[in-house]
Antibody
Framework: EVQLVESGGGFVEPGGSLRLSCAASGFTFSSDAMNWVRRTPGKGLEWLSY????????YYADSVKGRFTISRDNAKNSLYLQMSSLRAEDTALYYC????????????WGQGTLVTVSS | SYVLTQAPSVSVAPGETARITCGGDNVGSKNVHWYQQKSGQAPVLVIHYDDDRPSGIPARFSGFNSGNAATLIITRVEAGDEADYYCQVWDSRSDQRYVFGPGTKVTVL
C-alpha cells in the first residue's frame, strides 16, 4: 500500500523559512516523479512543484518560483520542500502527491502538514 | 496558463443525481481528472482520463468530457458524497503542469 507522510509544518512569521518532508513507502520511490500541492481556504487545491524521479526535471508554479525549492533523496525515500520568504498567503495544508503511471493525474496523496504564516 | 472554471456549489437530495461541471477552452481535447476531498481528509482521485474509475471507486461516479466542458456525474447520491470536488488537467504547454479548477462544494440536503 502506498503511504505518503508529510511533516515539518508549523507556525512561522512572514519572511521566514520552513522545510517540509514527505516520507514515502509501499512503492519504488526512486522510480516515480513526485509533487507538492497545497490547499488554501480561498483558492482550493494549488499545484506547487514537480520533480522527476532522478531530479533532472523540476517545475514550479509561478506563485512559488524563486521562493520554494523541491528536492528528493531516493536513498531515504524522501521528498522535500524548502520554503523561504514566506507570506501570509502561503498559509495552507501542504500535501505530497504521486502521479499516476502516465503522469497526468495524481493518484496517491499524503494527509498533509499545516503551515501557518502570521506575525 | 490554462484556466479551469467550476461552480462554487451544488446541492442535491439523497438518491438524486449530482452533475459537477468543469469549464475550459477546448477542454475536450485534454484529459480531465476529478478529485473528491472530504472535510479533514486528503484528496482522492475518483475519475481519471475523463471517464475512467480508479480501483475502489463506486460505479455511481462517472465522467464525460467534450467541447468546452467536462462533467462529473454522481448517481444515487449518498450523504457520504458530501465533499469538495476538483477537476484537473495536465498543461503540457507551460511549466504550470497540473492545473486545478477552483472546486465545487457538493452539499447533500
Amino acid at each position: 500500500e502506498v503511504q505518503l507522510v508529510e511533516s515539518g509544518g508549523g507556525f512561522v512569521e512572514p519572511g521566514g523559512s520552513l522545510r517540509l518532508s514527505c516520507a514515502a513507502s509501499g512503492f519504488t520511490f526512486s522510480s516515480d516523479a513526485m509533487n507538492w500541492v497545497r490547499r488554501t481556504p480561498g483558492k482550493g487545491l494549488e499545484w506547487l512543484s514537480y520533480i522527476s524521479s532522478s531530479s533532472n526535471t523540476i517545475y514550479y508554479a509561478d506563485s512559488v518560483k524563486g521562493r520554494f525549492t523541491i528536492s528528493r533523496d531516493n536513498a531515504k525515500n524522501s521528498l522535500y520542500l524548502q520554503m523561504s520568504s514566506l507570506r501570509a498567503e502561503d498559509t495552507a495544508l501542504y500535501y505530497c502527491a504521486r502521479p499516476g503511471p502516465r503522469l497526468y493525474d495524481l493518484d496517491s496523496w499524503g494527509q498533509g502538514t499545516l503551515v501557518t504564516v502570521s506575525s | 496558463s490554462y484556466v479551469l472554471t467550476q461552480a462554487p456549489s451544488v446541492s442535491v437530495a439523497p438518491g438524486e443525481t449530482a452533475r459537477i461541471t468543469c469549464g475550459g477552452d477546448n477542454v475536450g481535447s485534454k484529459n480531465v481528472h476529478w478529485y473528491q476531498q472530504k472535510s479533514g481528509q486528503a484528496p482522492v482521485l475518483v475519475i481519471h482520463y475523463d471517464d475512467d474509475r480508479p480501483s475502489g471507486i463506486p460505479a455511481r461516479f462517472s465522467g464525460f468530457n467534450s467541447g468546452n466542458a467536462a462533467t462529473l456525474i454522481i448517481t444515487r447520491v449518498e450523504a457520504g458524497d458530501e465533499a469538495d470536488y476538483y477537476c484537473q488537467v495536465w498543461d503540457s504547454r507551460s511549466d504550470q503542469r497540473y492545473v486545478f479548477g477552483p472546486g465545487t462544494k457538493v452539499t447533500v440536503l
